[in-house]
């Protein structure tokens, strides 16, 4: 248990706490999106990247298209989806107490867990295509962690790039802002609901079709990725964009630095006790409530 | 006559019979206990079967290395859930909004990962066996006590100032903090209360059982079922918790119980549904049509 801790050994937390921050900063994004625009908690989340996961199997497993060339194919299929979704039910319950958008998204999480098991079965699937690590002077780099941190990057940097530049986007951020002005200044908020939406389940689909590559693919691979997609949120202060990333990055540090340090069996301990120390002491976030 | 009923059948029923009204009544109890957190003060626990779990290995423990008997390791079970829900009740339920419930949605997780983790004293991911001990029957009376105590407890809070207390959070949190209420102090009591009975029934489910480990007393489907039922008989009442456990049970136990996951699915959709369609419940509804008290 006690090993001397090494510089060596902190470079290398520091370096898989990135390569894994990333991936949570651009799923978390997705449930902060919703979260800003909607005040819904989307239970649903993390099933949504199981979906994810799921289509980029699929795609390489019967049609034979790399795993990373599937990933804006999964993106759309996952956009179409969460629209549909939205448009069925989710619409229904933005403006009702949050009693009934948890309940209703979670009721949709069991769902889309029990359709995938019916329709996938629960046998671990993995999509083999890359694997191992190579070095980086004295640190071990996994090949795959490193291209899901490059797409990832690419993705959320092209999410922010689209909420900065486009007027759908200036749409987004006005209606997470205040939708009654928002709707005064001629934004289409019933669209802008449908979109974000839909882009927040391409952000979760982008991180399965990233982990397919990297964990075993499963119908009950995604509730945890709810969990940690709000600790996120959490931690940079819920409905501030940018503090997704920061959020993201923190989250992937401490659960490498859990893992090195005690044990991988309690790495969602840790997790688990971060966000209650941070309600505790900072319950607005480490970037405090404002707005982007 | 109902009550006699029950007390008098496990010496006429079958064996099977009378685990069935065992099973029951845990499910009375949970669903019971979930309501008053969830149905009473609009705080929606996502992992109360974490207190289940809580309770069986606090009772499994204190049996299996202690010697305790098992009615006072029940006892000590809703003791420790309770312990459990001090711990994470107070820095979440003083924040208002979704903290509370994803908070407990990684509770179950996290405390399953604590009991394998700590082989030495649960036996970790092989589990605990119980000496064994043939007492179904007293056990089916100590969980219908369990349930009962739970379903009168509802009515003691609901027919209270505590309880309307609890209720005006629900409605309107400000409003109540406003007229004066200790909002947190308030729901960490509900939360406490809430946390008992789960803490008791795990106990006497993991003494029936007679063995426990980390996967079969922290199952995600517990709760999802517990909610189902809540919703279903009416959240905020005092027998739509039963109504629900009994309808349900009796639904999974002779139709779906073939189809496991199809089953699972149609909880989703029920809760889909419930909350679109008819939020009160079965038993909301019949109180609108037939103007029923509250208190029912």
Known sequence: ???????????????????????????????????????????????????GAYTTFFLHSLFGLNPYLSVPVTMAVLFVVGVVLQRTLVFRVVDAPELSSLLLTFGISIGLVNLAQ?????????????????????????????????????????????????????????????????MVCGVDVQRVHMLTFGFASALAAAGGALIAVIVA??????????????????????????GALLGGMLLG???????????????????????????????????????? | MLLAALAVYPALGTGYGVRAMLQIFMWIALAGSWNLISGLTGYVSFGHVAFFGAGAYTGAILVAKADWPWLAAALAGGVGACAVALVIGYPCLRLKGPYFAI??????????????????????????????????????????????????????????????????????ELAAEAMGID????????????????????????????????VSVFPLATTITMIVMVLFGGKGTVWGPVLGAVALFVAQEFVWARFPYVHQLLFGAIIVAVVLLMPRGVLGILQIRYRLPRTI
Do not use: C
């Open chain 2, 183 to 214: 909002t947190a102090r308030h729901k960490l009591y509900a939360f406490l209360l809430s946390a008992v009975g789960p803490g008791i029934a795990g106990a006497l489910a993991a003494r029936d059982q007679g063995y426990i480990e980390p």
């Open chain 1, 1 to 51: 248990m006690n090993v001397a801790i090494t510089p060596a050994m902190v470079g290398q937390v520091v370096i898989s706490g990135i390569l894994a921050g990333a991936l949570y900063s651009m799923v978390a994004l997705g449930l902060a999106l919703i979260f800003g625009v909607m005040r819904v908690i989307n239970i649903a989340h993390g099933p949504l990247l199981m979906l």
């Open chain 2, 103 to 172: 908070a407990m949605l990684g509770l179950n997780e996290v405390l399953r990962a604590l009991v394998s983790y700590f082989e030495g004293l649960t036996g970790g991911g092989s589990g605990l066996s119980l000496p064994t001990l043939h007492a179904t029957v007293p056990i089916y009376y100590a969980m219908a006590a369990t349930a009962g105590g739970v379903t009168l407890l509802t009515y003691a809070i609901i027919t209270s100032r505590f309880g309307l207390r609890l209720m005006t959070i629900r409605e309107d």
């Open chain 1, 118 to 182: 019916l329709a996938f079965t629960s046998d671990l699937r993995a999509v083999e295509y890359l694997t191992g690590s190579f070095p980086l002077g004295p640190f071990a780099v996994s090949k795959p962690r490193l291209v899901a941190f490059v797409f990832a990057a690419g993705v959320t940097g092209l999410a922010f790039l689209f909420l900065r530049g486009t007027r759908l986007g200036k749409a987004i951020r006005a209606t997470s802002q205040s939708r009654e002005v928002a």
């Open chain 1, 217 to 242: 693919i499963q119908p009950e691979m995604g509730q945890i990725w709810t969990f940690k997609s709000f600790l996120v949120i959490v931690l940079g202060g819920a409905g501030n964009y940018p």
């Open chain 1, 253 to 292: 540090l401490v659960e490498q630095g859990a893992a090195l340090f005690l044990t991988t069996q309690l790495s969602e301990v840790v997790a688990y006790v971060l966000l209650v120390v941070v309600l505790l002491v900072r319950p607005t976030g480490l970037l405090g409530g404002r707005q982007t």
